[in-house]
């Protein structure tokens, strides 16, 4: 009789957990996941491919490339090995309207956005 009920609960515990995950907001939320998965797998392929070139063909040490690393981590104000991405729309100088961060140009005049940390090299 026990054993019965037991059954009855472990058979009930799991239509729940099944059925749990199939609202409609929960499979968006999954494709979500799974293509941040992809872009993530993506990005890995793409900076091991170039970091490989760099030490392969001599372009750059890799102690170089640590102290690179560090400089570039610090550039968010915070040296935590990630780099925060900051989501505040650029300002344009020339016309004052915002455009989506990353925009290389403004989407309204056409003014180009400095890149000014791009190009420092780390202090000596
Ligand atoms: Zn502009």
């Known amino acids: ?7 009855a609960a472990y058979q009930s515990a799991n239509r729940v957990i099944s059925s749990a995950g199939s ?3 929960d499979l968006g939320a999954r494709s979500e996941v799974e293509q941040l998965k992809g872009r993530i ?3 890995n392929l793409l900076i ?10 001599k372009v750059l040490h890799e102690d170089e490339f640590k102290e690179w690393l560090n400089y570039v981590d610090e550039l968010d104000g ?9 989501k505040k729309p650029l300002a344009c100088s020339q016309c ?7 925009s290389a140009k403004c989407i309204y ?10 190009y420092q090299r780390p202090q000596e």
């Open 78 to 86: 915070v040296r935590d090995g990630k780099l925060r991405e900051d």
């Open 96 to 102: 004052g309207r915002n455009s989506p961060k990353g």
């Open 109 to 118: 005049c056409g003014s180009e956005f400095e890149t000014d940390f791009l």
């Open 23 to 25: 609202s409609n907001a």
């Open 48 to 57: 091991q491919t170039m970091l490989m070139i760099l030490l392969e063909k």
């Open 1 to 7: 009789m026990y054993t019965i009920a037991a059954a």
């Open 41 to 43: 797998e993506r990005q």
